[in-house]
């Protein structure tokens, strides 16, 4: 029973990862009166659909509180769910000119910066995770999964550095190059774990 409802909270969270780009993205497109801006970056949707702090929400609620025999796994885990709860209590910068924003409403550049590098730091622990934790078991195709779906958001999240680092100089990209990142970042990572979930089971046993 223990095994069935871990396998369970691993299904659920990587569906929700999964769900995230897609129920904001759509959600967007039926939203009036939106700004432009609301494209270039599944943040940017907080603005205007719940999704986000939703499914976000969802998911750093069940990274909270998965439990895994290793201590390494919950810590990971459990940092993974903090950085998840604070990109949604602090949003970014907002395309309505607000100055106090977010939960706490505090200047936005404030919450600008924690939503930024909460990401970042978000994206990294869930990326370890996958590369590195996941690859443990002895199913050599599920490691390879890991480890491609894991260099991928690495490789991922060092473009988009360099984008942001290259933007400071004055750079001139499609801003919905963003947008994109994220969603298969998201992907990436709900992919990962619902083959941790045996939802695709590529092996009869995995742990």
């Given amino acids: 029973m223990k095994e069935k409802s871990s396998l369970l909270h691993r299904n659920v969270l990587g569906g929700l990862g999964m769900l995230l780009p897609v129920i904001s993205i759509i959600g967007g497109l039926f939203v009036r009166n939106k700004p432009e801006s609301w494209w270039y970056s599944i943040s940017v949707t907080y603005?205007?659909?719940?999704?986000?702090?939703?499914?976000?929400?969802?998911?750093?609620?069940?990274?909270?509180?998965?439990?895994?025999?290793?201590?390494?796994?919950?810590?990971?885990?459990?940092?993974s769910g903090i950085f998840a709860i604070i990109v949604v209590l602090f949003p970014c910068a907002n395309p309505y000119g607000h100055e106090y924003v977010g939960f706490f409403q505090i200047p936005v550049k404030v919450s600008d910066v924690i939503h930024t590098v909460s990401a970042v730091f978000l994206f990294l622990l869930l990326a370890y995770n996958i590369?590195?934790?996941?690859?443990?078991?002895?199913?050599?195709?599920?490691?390879?999964?890991?480890?491609?779906?894991?260099?991928?958001?690495?490789?991922?999240?060092?473009?988009?550095?360099?984008?942001s680092i290259a933007a400071c100089f004055g750079l001139n990209y499609p801003r919905w190059i963003v947008m994109i990142g994220e969603s298969i970042l998201l992907l990436l990572?709900?992919?990962?774990?619902?083959?941790?979930?045996?939802?695709?089971?590529?092996?009869?046993s995995e742990s």
């Avoid at 990572?189 to 009869?204: D, E, I, M, R, T």
């Fill in 47 to 79: 603005y205007i659909t719940p999704a986000l702090a939703v499914i976000l929400g969802s998911c750093a609620l069940f990274l909270l509180c998965y439990r895994s025999y290793e201590t390494i796994d919950t810590v990971i885990n459990v940092l």
């Fill in 131 to 163: 590369g590195w934790l996941f690859t443990r078991g002895t199913n050599k195709l599920n490691n390879l999964i890991y480890r491609i779906c894991s260099y991928s958001m690495f490789g991922i999240m060092t473009v988009s550095g360099i984008l």
């Fill in 189 to 204: 990572f709900g992919f990962a774990w619902l083959v941790k979930g045996q939802l695709f089971n590529f092996s009869k």
